[in-house]
Structures are given as C-alpha cells and as structure tokens.
C-alpha cells in the first residue's frame, strides 16, 4: 500500500446551495465562462452564478425557467456548449422523462436563441426550444467538437441510450434547428458498441487526429485513435472489468524520462492517459494509450475503500503545470491522487495526496472561474445541493510572491550575463591588436 502524503487540503469553502430535489451524474454543466446549470430530477433547473450586490461578489442560485419541460418530468441529464466560431451562441440540451401515468416517454429538447443580441442570454434562450421525443431512455448528454468538410469545425451533442447505441444531433444553420444524423458519418468509431454507453469522452491531438474513449454498463471500456479528416479509425482497444463504468477522462500528462544514464540528462515527454473509474474496482489510469493502447495500467490505491467512483476530473490544483486526479465517491469523500515521477527505472505511479469528507454523496465536479478574478473554483454536486470551493488566498498569494521572485532572479541573471559578454567582446578586438602591434620580446 502506498504511504499517503499528509497535504493541506487546498480549498476553503465559500457557499453552499441547497437543491429543492437531488441531482444525478448528469445533472451539472458550465453554461459560458462564469455560469452553472444544475438539474434535479424533479424538473427544476438552477442557474448558479457570482454577482456585484452591495458592492461585494456574492452567489446567487436561481431556478430558469425552461419551457417544454413538465412539471411531473424527471430530467436525465444535461449539458451546454458555445457554438465554435464564427458562429455565435449558447446551447443548452436537457434530456428528461415525461411519465403520464400508464407509459413514461423520454424526450431531448435543445434550446437556442438565433435572435440577434439574445444568443447569450439565458432567460431568452429557456424559451427557445426544439422538443425532440425519443424512442429510448437517455443517459449522458455530451459535446465534442467535430471537423466539417470545409476544414473548418463544429461542435455536436452525443447521447448515449439504453438503445446501445450513441445518437448524434447537428445543426442545421439554414433551418436554425438540431437534426438527428446517423452517428458513423462522423464518429466511425461508435457504430458498434458492446453495452449500453454510461460515460463518453474525447480528446483531440495533434495531427488532425482524435482519441475516443467510452465506457460501458456491462464494464467494457473502449478506446479508439481516429483520424479526422476521414473519419477514419487507426486503432482501437477494448478491456473489460467486472463492473459498470461510470467515469472515463482522456488527459495529457508530462513524464520526465531519463535520455542519457550516464550524464543523468532528462527530458520531458508528454503522453495521453485514459482515467476510468468504476463501481466496484480500483480506479485505473492507462498510460500513454496512444503509443501502448490500454496495456499499461496504473492503479489509483485506496480508491475502492469509499464505495463507488461517481465523479472525476483532471486538473492542476497547485499550479505546478502538473495534473492531479479527483475522484468523488457515494461515500462522501473527495480524493486527490498527484502522479509521482519515474525514478530509477521505475514506472511513475499515481499517490493519493488527500481526502475531504462530505456529508452527502458526491455527484459531478466541474473547475471554472466563477468570480472572474482568474482565480479557479471547484464546484462540487453532492446529492443535498452545490458546494463551491475557493483556493486558499493566502497560500496563492504566497506562491504568486514566490513564482515572482524567481523570475525577478531569472531576469536580473539573464540582463547580467549579456553586459559581461558584450564587455569581453568588446575588449577583444583590442587585446587582438595589441599583440599584433606589440613587437616580440628578446
């Protein structure tokens, strides 16, 4: 087992909402740059935003009120993107389930707003809606963005059924309206799937390519290397668990390798990891899965020990250019892993850092700037409500005077090392002529 290192926990907590009705995994996205939609089961939606009162910031938590949602729907998931540029505009998708009593009807209604000047509003948005009825039971509600035939790109809704099988939604600009397509023309690499799709995610690099990685309820976690421009698939992997799957997270992680052993030179490699996590097993991270598949995996410890994984994401929490992994749990806790250098040899493994209890189970994490001051907030759905954490203020402030320092150092070295070579240079030219000039000695 591995020794856990006693960190600080890097966040205070700044306010609490509490939801009328609890959420599910699906149930929390980033609606633009400063704004959080959550959705509880009992058909309400909650925008959560920062606002100038009083002249201080404070939380404001407000129920929007989108139409074409009844008030007996139960709402599945959630999700919002910006359409990619040129084009303007905020969409929102909401998926739910309508149940009249003898027969329950799943529907998918999209909301956006083509009028000029309202693209962005939310209250215009909620009532601009595309009701779609489905004909399976919806789970994740997801958006990826996609490379049109005219080389520019567009961003599309993916949401996975108990149909086993991932529906695609494009806009049709002409028509300002969502339409079904068939999903291969752009993902080849979801026509056929194993199990019903639980979490779904992509990742794209360099090389017109993309990674793309599912995971499924029977416990198959699929993996794919897709070229764009075809769409083609290069590779692809599948592993099977023993479990349901309820998180995979693709994410870029620098490795410092040794290059010469000899004179001990490093250099710094970048790879992309495959996070799954799961209800039951250890989470696992897959290294480098663009060059090894899934074939090296690294096992987070302890992550069994607080029932099941609901939620994960990868960020840099201390700012050290360096992702750590969260994992949220049904048993209340926030883990923190910090991926721990190769040394020696050995293969870099992933260290639990700390933990944080809660007093309800843990849903959805998302990490964006909701005060507008730079700084990052961790937002955390828990089954009671919404949690907002803010890093500590005196330890960034501590770091930022550090990180100055040492740039100040780093300047004041750099502007030194010039004048002292630009003096020698000067003075060799004469140096040069005088033992020209100067006759030898007897």
Known sequence: MQRVVKETYPFVEDSFSRFPSQSNIYGLCQAGEQELLAATLKGKVVCFRYQDLQQKIRPVAKEVQFTYIPVDAEIVSIDAFNKTPPNRGLVVGITFIKDSGDKATPFLNIYCDYEPG?????????????????????????????QCGDGGSETVFLLSGHDQRIHLYKENASLH?????????????????????????????????RLSAFGCQNGCVGLALVNQT???????????????????????????????????????????????????????VYRDVQEHGMSHPVYLSESDQCDAVLCALVIDLDFDRQKEVLLGT????????????????????????????????????????????????????????????????????????????QRVSMLTAGSQLPRGQETEEKEAPAKKEACITQPPSN
């Open 230 to 284: 075809g769409p083609e698939v290069l590779q692809s992997w599948r592993v099977q668990q023993d479990s349901p799957i309820s998180t995979v997270l693709l994410f870029p992680l620098s490795c410092r390798t040794e290059t010469n052993q000899t004179k001990g030179q490093k250099s710094v490699e970048m790879s992309y990891n495959l996070l799954v996590t799961s209800t039951i097993e250890m989470a696992v």
């Open 330 to 405: 049904y048993g209340q806790e926030l883990l923190c892993y910090k991926f721990q250098q190769p040394m020696n040899g050995a293969d870099g493994q992933f260290q639990l850092l700390w933990r944080r209890s809660f007093k309800s189970p843990l849903l959805s994490i998302i990490y964006l700037d909701l005060t507008g001051d730079g700084l990052r907030e961790l937002a955390i759905l828990t089954l009671k409500g919404l949690h907002i954490m803010q890093h500590s203020l005196t330890s960034t402030a501590d770091l930022v005077l550090q990180r100055l320092a």
């Open 118 to 146: 309202s693209e962005f509003n939310l209250e215009s948005i909620a009532q601009s809606c595309l009701n779609l009825e489905l004909q399976f039971t919806p789970f994740q509600l997801y958006h990826t963005e996609v």
């Open 177 to 209: 309206q969502f339409e079904e397509q068939p999903v291969e023309r752009l993902f080849p690499e979801l026509e056929e799937l194993p199990s019903n799709v639980l979490w779904l995610d992509m990742l794209s690099i360099p090389g017109a390519r």
